[in-house]
């Protein structure tokens, strides 16, 4: 009889605990409130059929549990019972269908006057980019990639000069104007997912894909990667302010297009090595695990690094000098500072670029050289 | 159908070796199927344990980095879904219950059996050798999706992931041995007046899904050999153009997605490689412990069939959000809602099957009643997430973490531990202890219910699986953090709990109560052996005859509440459309 008290429980908690539970849906920040109603649809439809067969076998454990000399009922089948069953579950079957397809019908058609934005992924952190004023996106390919062209545009390609380019983990859109947003990575699979947002797709090397979107609250919004993309995965953090047309052009203005940061990587190459690691340590991902503002991370941060003396997880120091980095870039898992993971991968390196590392950490360094 | 009686051909084994180790008995093989799978299991449950450690109390233990995080993740999923649970449905109680259910002496290839059985072992090794290589065992997650799986910053990009997919390519050849085996003894090997809509649905069940595992392994199979081209030899199956840690590669032209398909046409099926045979089984047991004919036998045999055949179409409800042309998502929604009819028939004549009947509470009529909440509670969920647009915020969190472990993870557990319960006193010829059992089936119940039904609540969050922490998100409120650790209290308990399980399986061979040879008063055939435990050819001199239905309990005017298969015809308890009707059709 305990197990028919237990079932009773369990379903009266459920549902007690459906209606004052603290965690429900993140408030919506975007158009998809249909999304919301239909999972409000499936939530009621779902919950009836939980209550009433529990509640079914409650009561049947009740009447029926055995009692001496008691003899079940010989009762193989009813043909007219089993169709009415199968009808009242393929009414409710397609109550839960129609609505989704119908949200879904348009969430595969986005808006034709939807700005364009594309995102890339890359372990571990965010780039996104804007086509200029003839709204073209230019062509792009893996091999392009380097230092200075981390999103792999094509510097031949005449509708790729004016995109703008955002090298941070942040990018900003107007309220209440529809978005299609490409996505397209160069290593691995990403999903750039922001939950207020509702929308969202993996991001697949070696094609583009796509989904759309209207923020309606302005505000700041926390995007994440939720498609497994190796030991940085739940570092790879990106963000999303929502303003008003305004401010997001007066923002957009600040960032440079692809033409600009070329020639600015050319800059780079007479303005030093600093600048030039700054670059680089933001190609080859580094920035994701190493902050350079003392906030913590995956790795030890970068600020007021150099010229310390650090703990290593083998219970000895070192002191952080040119070498040390030097030895920890080229093989990182020999010697572990305290407190962190042996997870930085091996990344090679030239000797030239090494250096660079070195002269941009260096310069985030001591705090005599800040 | 063949009823010729083979027993001059089955010699009697002479040694030790060839009775317990290199036996060909089917009974042996799936006892040794079965342990293996169960010590894996234990390997796998601790894997978790430690993993929602990490959760429950982020930083707290310094041995859980990230990379260890990942490759137990991994681990953990890949053991339990393929060298537990599929393991020991088709290699443990396939082989128990097919040939003692279908009145069959052996399967019809017992040296391949056995085979079968070493392949699998070798497989597991494999597997368990990954912990100790360069590198670790893969943390790639269960899915194995590329490019990640073998590119540096996953870890066992090296060594871990070619020891997991050369595991899972010897596995598909354990499992093709042992399934081709039970699929011809079931067609070929039943005994006479055992017709095909006669044979209980625990037979079925194990029947379909093993018709399945032969159709859906195979495109594990090659996306595994692709995977390992790309690996070793830089092939570009699935590999486009793509930068590495800063580097260009030379793959070029392959498509990710490609893996994710073949991987889904193999892995949906194979959910119902797990779930039919625990619905075959559970009905069994829900029938024998109520005392009354399963509701409605026709529509579950054909339930069965349906949910089956439905389960190759469906595939791409597990890649919504991957990218795929997003058109596929109409066609995807709709046939995985279309499969829910059949599966809600099921459940629906589980509960029919408890109505007007004498329903005795039992261990294993307690976990059969758990499978029902426990499985009516993940396939309703399931309906949240094969309806694509519900499915988008979604997928990939903690919502659908909840969402399968009740349905395929922990419902069919219950399944296992109802049927170890049910069939110990046939295997071991010794009942399990019921206070032990009962002990083990309340923490188990109620733990899981309290894990994973607050769980999808933090995916409705919009929380991420497969995170290692989630430390400064600001849309993460600190009490859902207060939940993981309440989540991962309760697990360590239902984890420390299954040791009690072991422990009664081991002392109970020595010191359990002897059984009698139907202590359960099941109707069956498995249960008319001359001895319990039954001998290597199960049926003495001759092979029994069978005159009805499984399901002939209660019956009107009968002297007991069971009408044994094997009684003369003249007993009565037809099942309702008779063998001798459709003779006389034909």
């Given at each position: 009889m305990a197990i028919a008290v237990a079932l009773l429980l369990i379903v009266v908690g459920s549902v007690i605990f459906q209606l004052v539970s603290p965690w429900g849906l993140t408030p919506l920040a975007s158009n998809w409130n249909r999304m919301d109603d239909t999972m409000a649809i499936t939530l009621v439809i779902t919950g009836i059929f939980f209550v009433v067969i529990n509640l079914f076998v409650v009561y049947t454990l009740m009447r029926f549990r055995h009692r001496k000399g008691q003899r079940a009922a010989y009762e193989p089948e009813n043909k007219k019972l089993e169709r009415w069953l199968i009808g009242v579950t393929t009414v409710g079957v397609v109550a839960l269908l129609a609505p989704g397809l119908a949200v879904y019908a348009d969430y595969v058609h986005p808006p034709s006057d939807a700005m364009v934005l594309e995102i890339l992924g890359q372990q571990w952190q965010w780039r996104y980019r804007f086509p200029g004023a003839d709204g073209k996106l230019g062509a792009t390919d893996a091999r392009f990639v380097n230092g200075a062209n981390p999103m792999g545009l094509d510097p031949d390609d005449p509708a790729g000069q004016n995109n703008i380019i955002v090298s941070d983990n942040e990018v900003h859109l107007p309220i209440n104007r529809p978005v299609k947003v490409l996505l397209r990575s160069?290593?691995?699979?990403?999903?750039?997912?922001?939950?207020?947002?509702?929308?969202?797709?993996?991001?697949?090397?070696?094609?583009?894909?796509?989904?759309?979107?209207?923020?309606?609250?302005?505000?700041?919004?926390?995007?994440?990667?939720?498609?497994?993309?190796?030991?940085?995965?739940?570092?790879?953090?990106?963000?999303?302010?929502?303003?008003?047309?305004?401010?997001?052009?007066?923002?957009?203005?600040?960032?440079?297009?692809?033409?600009?940061?070329?020639?600015?990587?050319?800059?780079?190459?007479?303005?030093?090595?600093?600048?030039?690691?700054?670059?680089?340590?933001q190609a080859k991902g580094c920035v994701a695990c190493h902050s350079v503002d003392g906030s913590p991370g995956a790795g030890p941060t970068w600020k007021g690094l150099f010229g310390k003396t650090e703990s290593l997880a083998d219970g000895s120091s070192a002191a952080v000098d040119e070498a040390f980095l030097k030895e920890e870039i080229r093989d990182p898992q020999a010697r572990v500072v305290k407190g962190f993971a042996p997870i930085m991968p091996k990344i090679e390196l030239s000797d030239d670029d090494v250096d660079r590392l070195v002269a941009y950490i260096k310069s985030q360094g001591s705090t005599a050289q800040r | 159908m063949a009823y010729a009686d083979e027993a001059a051909s089955h010699h009697d084994p002479q040694t030790f070796?060839?009775?317990?180790?290199?036996?060909?008995?089917?009974?042996?093989?799936?006892?040794?199927?079965?342990?293996?799978?169960?010590?894996?299991?234990?390997?796998?449950?601790?894997?978790?344990?430690?993993?929602?450690?990490?959760?429950?109390?982020?930083?707290?233990?310094?041995?859980?980095?990230?990379?260890?995080?990942?490759?137990?993740?991994?681990?953990?999923?890949?053991?339990?879904?393929?060298?537990?649970?599929?393991?020991?449905?088709?290699?443990?109680?396939?082989?128990?219950?097919?040939?003692?259910?279908?009145?069959?002496?052996?399967?019809?290839?017992?040296?391949?059996?056995?085979?079968?059985?070493?392949?699998?072992?070798?497989?597991?090794?494999?597997?368990?050798?990954?912990?100790?290589?360069?590198?670790?065992?893969t943390g790639a997650g269960w899915t194995l999706y590329p490019p990640q799986a073998i590119l540096p910053g996953t870890p066992g990009y090296d060594w871990g992931i070619i020891l997991m997919l050369v595991s899972l390519l010897i596995f598909i050849v354990a499992t093709t041995m042992g399934g081709l085996n039970y699929v011809t003894t079931v067609l070929q090997a039943r005994c006479e007046g055992m017709t095909l809509m006669r044979m209980p649905l625990s037979v079925w069940g194990i029947f379909t899904a093993t018709v399945l595992a032969l159709l859906a392994f195979p495109a594990l199979f090659v996306s595994g050999i692709?995977?390992?081209?790309?690996?070793?030899?830089?092939?570009?199956?699935?590999?486009?153009?793509?930068?590495?840690?800063?580097?260009?590669?030379?793959?070029?032209?392959?498509?990710?997605?490609?893996?994710?398909?073949?991987?889904?046409?193999?892995?949906?099926?194979?959910?119902?490689?797990?779930?039919?045979?625990?619905?075959?089984?559970?009905?069994?047991?829900?029938?024998?412990?109520?005392?009354?004919?399963?509701?409605?036998?026709?529509?579950?045999?054909?339930?069965?069939?349906?949910?089956?055949?439905?389960?190759?179409?469906?595939?791409?409800?597990?890649?919504?959000?991957?990218?795929?042309?997003?058109?596929?998502?109409?066609?995807?929604?709709?046939?995985?809602?279309?499969?829910?009819?059949?599966?809600?028939?099921?459940?629906?004549?589980?509960?029919?099957?408890?109505?007007?009947?004498?329903?005795?509470?039992?261990?294993?009529?307690?976990?059969?009643?758990?499978?029902?909440?426990?499985?009516?509670?993940?396939?309703?969920?399931?309906?949240?997430?094969?309806?694509?647009?519900?499915?988008?915020?979604?997928?990939?969190?903690?919502?659908?973490?909840?969402?399968?472990?009740?349905?395929?993870?922990?419902?069919?557990?219950?399944?296992?531990?109802?049927?170890?319960?049910?069939?110990?006193?046939?295997?071991?010829?010794?009942?399990?202890?019921?206070r032990l059992g009962k002990f083990h089936f309340w923490v188990t119940f109620i733990g899981t219910y309290l894990i994973y039904f607050p769980m999808h609540y933090l995916g409705v969050l919009g929380m991420p699986r497969r995170y290692y922490n989630f430390d400064g998100y600001q849309f993460i409120p600190p009490s859902a953090l207060t939940l993981n650790a309440f989540i991962t209290v309760v697990a360590l308990v239902v984890g420390a709990s299954q040791l009690v399980f072991v422990y009664n399986l081991v002392w109970s061979v020595f010191r359990g109560p002897k059984a009698s040879s139907n202590p359960w008063r099941a109707a069956s055939l498995e249960w008319f052996t001359p001895e319990t435990p039954p001998k290597h050819n199960n049926w003495g001199p001759a092979l029994p005859v069978v005159h009805r239905w499984a399901y002939a309990y209660s019956v009107p005017g009968a002297s007991e509440d069971f009408i044994a298969q094997t009684a003369p015809l003249s007993d009565g308890g037809m099942e309702p459309e008779p063998y001798e009707v459709k003779e006389a059709i034909a």
């Amino acid at each position: 009889m305990a197990i028919a008290v237990a079932l009773l429980l369990i379903v009266v908690g459920s549902v007690i605990f459906q209606l004052v539970s603290p965690w429900g849906l993140t408030p919506l920040a975007s158009n998809w409130n249909r999304m919301d109603d239909t999972m409000a649809i499936t939530l009621v439809i779902t919950g009836i059929f939980f209550v009433v067969i529990n509640l079914f076998v409650v009561y049947t454990l009740m009447r029926f549990r055995h009692r001496k000399g008691q003899r079940a009922a010989y009762e193989p089948e009813n043909k007219k019972l089993e169709r009415w069953l199968i009808g009242v579950t393929t009414v409710g079957v397609v109550a839960l269908l129609a609505p989704g397809l119908a949200v879904y019908a348009d969430y595969v058609h986005p808006p034709s006057d939807a700005m364009v934005l594309e995102i890339l992924g890359q372990q571990w952190q965010w780039r996104y980019r804007f086509p200029g004023a003839d709204g073209k996106l230019g062509a792009t390919d893996a091999r392009f990639v380097n230092g200075a062209n981390p999103m792999g545009l094509d510097p031949d390609d005449p509708a790729g000069q004016n995109n703008i380019i955002v090298s941070d983990n942040e990018v900003h859109l107007p309220i209440n104007r529809p978005v299609k947003v490409l996505l397209r990575s160069h290593d691995v699979l990403h999903d750039f997912f922001v939950p207020q947002f509702r929308a969202r797709m993996n991001i697949v090397p070696g094609q583009v894909s796509s989904f759309w979107f209207t923020p309606t609250q302005p505000g700041r919004y926390e995007a994440m990667c939720a498609q497994l993309c190796g030991v940085g995965h739940p570092n790879m953090r990106g963000t999303v302010i929502v303003e008003d047309d305004a401010r997001f052009q007066a923002w957009l203005k600040t960032q440079p297009t692809f033409a600009a940061t070329r020639k600015a990587s050319e800059l780079d190459a007479s303005a030093g090595p600093a600048a030039q690691g700054k670059t680089l340590a933001q190609a080859k991902g580094c920035v994701a695990c190493h902050s350079v503002d003392g906030s913590p991370g995956a790795g030890p941060t970068w600020k007021g690094l150099f010229g310390k003396t650090e703990s290593l997880a083998d219970g000895s120091s070192a002191a952080v000098d040119e070498a040390f980095l030097k030895e920890e870039i080229r093989d990182p898992q020999a010697r572990v500072v305290k407190g962190f993971a042996p997870i930085m991968p091996k990344i090679e390196l030239s000797d030239d670029d090494v250096d660079r590392l070195v002269a941009y950490i260096k310069s985030q360094g001591s705090t005599a050289q800040r | 159908m063949a009823y010729a009686d083979e027993a001059a051909s089955h010699h009697d084994p002479q040694t030790f070796i060839t009775k317990y180790v290199w036996s060909q008995d089917h009974k042996v093989i799936a006892v040794q199927y079965a342990s293996v799978a169960i010590l894996v299991g234990l390997i796998g449950v601790t894997l978790s344990n430690i993993m929602r450690l990490q959760i429950g109390f982020p930083g707290v233990f310094a041995f859980i980095t990230p990379e260890r995080y990942y490759q137990y993740v991994t681990m953990h999923g890949m053991i339990m879904v393929i060298y537990l649970l599929t393991a020991l449905f088709l290699g443990g109680f396939g082989n128990y219950l097919i040939p003692l259910m279908v009145g069959a002496r052996d399967m019809v290839f017992p040296y391949m059996n056995m085979l079968s059985f070493w392949v699998y072992l070798v497989s597991v090794i494999v597997l368990l050798a990954s912990f100790f290589v360069p590198g670790g065992p893969t943390g790639a997650g269960w899915t194995l999706y590329p490019p990640q799986a073998i590119l540096p910053g996953t870890p066992g990009y090296d060594w871990g992931i070619i020891l997991m997919l050369v595991s899972l390519l010897i596995f598909i050849v354990a499992t093709t041995m042992g399934g081709l085996n039970y699929v011809t003894t079931v067609l070929q090997a039943r005994c006479e007046g055992m017709t095909l809509m006669r044979m209980p649905l625990s037979v079925w069940g194990i029947f379909t899904a093993t018709v399945l595992a032969l159709l859906a392994f195979p495109a594990l199979f090659v996306s595994g050999i692709m995977m390992l081209l790309d690996k070793t030899l830089h092939t570009s199956f699935f590999m486009p153009a793509l930068v590495s840690m800063g580097q260009v590669t030379n793959y070029r032209g392959g498509s990710p997605l490609l893996f994710q398909h073949l991987f889904w046409f193999f892995g949906h099926p194979e959910v119902y490689i797990v779930a039919l045979p625990a619905f075959g089984i559970v009905s069994d047991l829900i029938s024998v412990h109520a005392r009354k004919a399963i509701f409605g036998y026709r529509m579950m045999v054909w339930a069965i069939v349906v949910i089956g055949g439905l389960s190759f179409v469906v595939w791409a409800h597990h890649m919504f959000v991957s990218g795929m042309n997003p058109w596929f998502g109409f066609f995807f929604a709709t046939s995985t809602l279309i499969i829910a009819v059949p599966t809600a028939i099921k459940v629906y004549n589980w509960v029919l099957t408890l109505w007007n009947g004498d329903i005795h509470l039992s261990v294993p009529m307690l976990f059969t009643l758990a499978f029902i909440l426990t499985f009516l509670s993940g396939g309703l969920t399931g309906l949240f997430l094969g309806n694509v647009s519900v499915d988008i915020p979604l997928s990939g969190t903690y919502f659908v973490v909840a969402h399968f472990h009740m349905v395929m993870g922990v419902a069919p557990l219950l399944v296992v531990f109802g049927a170890i319960y049910h069939w110990y006193p046939k295997i071991s010829g010794r009942m399990l202890d019921d206070r032990l059992g009962k002990f083990h089936f309340w923490v188990t119940f109620i733990g899981t219910y309290l894990i994973y039904f607050p769980m999808h609540y933090l995916g409705v969050l919009g929380m991420p699986r497969r995170y290692y922490n989630f430390d400064g998100y600001q849309f993460i409120p600190p009490s859902a953090l207060t939940l993981n650790a309440f989540i991962t209290v309760v697990a360590l308990v239902v984890g420390a709990s299954q040791l009690v399980f072991v422990y009664n399986l081991v002392w109970s061979v020595f010191r359990g109560p002897k059984a009698s040879s139907n202590p359960w008063r099941a109707a069956s055939l498995e249960w008319f052996t001359p001895e319990t435990p039954p001998k290597h050819n199960n049926w003495g001199p001759a092979l029994p005859v069978v005159h009805r239905w499984a399901y002939a309990y209660s019956v009107p005017g009968a002297s007991e509440d069971f009408i044994a298969q094997t009684a003369p015809l003249s007993d009565g308890g037809m099942e309702p459309e008779p063998y001798e009707v459709k003779e006389a059709i034909a």
